[in-house]
């Protein structure tokens, strides 16, 4: 079993103990000396621990990891649109859609880790139907062809760099709104914020970006 296979990773193991002409000493390797090899141990278990079954089982064909990334320009008229929820701002966000940099950076990163077509392809800026379109029915489209090709949102970690406004008062409403638009648990999703420090794109209100990591399982057959 997995388990067993770690706990004789980190079992202790005397040593021999070491001889002198008048008295053994029983020898004790300081705590450094040991862990470099149960590491090793632990690097030699790792296939077999892919492969087991069990409460350590680690089945990596059912877990899927994906990068979406999205920046728009800054004009000036509010609100900003950032993540379904509209946050007093004296700029907004300029683009096709409704330019909600956060969701369509959380959209990329849901199509990539199930490998499918990113949003440009999906929902391209050279139709009409998706000027001004609201990007929750865009996420929720993506979402669907995730959920179609059987796999689930594991968690998503988000972040969003932007000079203004402080996104802290606004976090907990963002969270909520992505949970619901995906059907998942507030503690599924994670947002933070960064600033440009003033300085570039970013620092100088130019520009909003936004990254999000997302981690899918596969559904159980």
Not at 25 to 42: D, W
Not at 78 to 88: E, H, I, Q, S
Not at 98 to 119: F, K, Q, R, S
Request: charged share 20%; aromatic share 4%; proline share 7%.
């Amino acid at each position: 079993m997995a388990d067993t296979r770690l706990a004789h990773c980190f079992s202790y193991h005397p040593r021999q103990s070491a001889k002198s002409a008048k008295i053994r000493v029983p020898f004790v390797a300081p705590q450094s000396t040991l862990l470099a090899p149960r590491l090793a141990c632990l690097l030699r278990q790792i296939p077999a621990i892919i492969r087991a079954e069990g409460p350590w089982a680690i089945h990596a064909n059912q877990l899927r990891i994906g990068l979406g990334e999205d920046s728009h320009r800054l004009a000036p008229g509010g609100p900003l649109r950032l993540g379904g929820v509209d946050v007093p701002h004296d700029r907004h966000a300029v683009g096709h859609s409704d330019a909600d940099v956060l969701l369509h950076a959380i959209t990329d990163a849901l199509l990539g880790a199930a490998g499918l077509p990113d949003i440009g392809v999906l929902f391209p800026n050279t139709e009409e139907a998706n000027r001004g379109r609201d990007s929750a029915e865009m996420l929720r489209l993506a979402y669907d062809r995730v959920t179609a090709a059987g796999y689930r949102l594991a968690n998503l970690d988000a972040v969003v760099h932007a000079q203004r406004p402080k996104l802290s008062p606004y976090k907990a409403a963002i969270v909520d709104r992505v949970a619901a638009i995906l059907g998942v648990e507030p503690n599924q999703i994670n947002v933070k914020a960064k600033t440009g420090e003033g300085v570039g794109p970013v620092g100088q209100e130019e520009l909003i970006e936004a990254r999000c990591m997302a981690l899918l399982e596969k559904n159980e057959p």
